[in-house]
């Protein structure tokens, strides 16, 4: 019996938008190569992965601008400065981020930044980035993970 490998990648989304939690359940359903997370603050999703394992964490986080608790920018700071978790991509959305603010974004380390309510095109730009890069294979015959960076 031959091996197929599939593609797989784990997003984690922080913050407690019902809009976002709804396009990214129905890229999930869409596309079964994808799994997504969800947390409600910055806070608690920094304590949960400085205790993950490397083949736990996700390979692309999603924050809101105006994270609870912990703002977005000291969140991607808190992140780039554990060694674990510094190569992890980071997607920022926000209706309201002053342009000074989207510059200080990416100088913390955010990957991109989507102006606005997150909706259907940031989605499609998110896709595209899973389809390009950041994904696991899966040995389905052997069930193995294996990370392909």
Known sequence: MASVKRTFCRILNIGPDAGVKRLLGAFAQSDRSVSIDYLETGTIALDLLTKL???ELPDIVI???R???LKGRDFIIEMRSQQ???AIPIFVWGSEIPGNEIDQLYRAGATCVFLGQFNSVHLNALRQFVSDSHVYEE????GSLISCS
């Open 67 to 69: 994270l609870p608790i």
């Open 84 to 86: 674990e978790l510094e």
């Open 63 to 65: 924050i809101p601008f």
């Open 139 to 142: 040995e389905t015959e052997t």
């Open 53 to 55: 394992r490397k083949s």
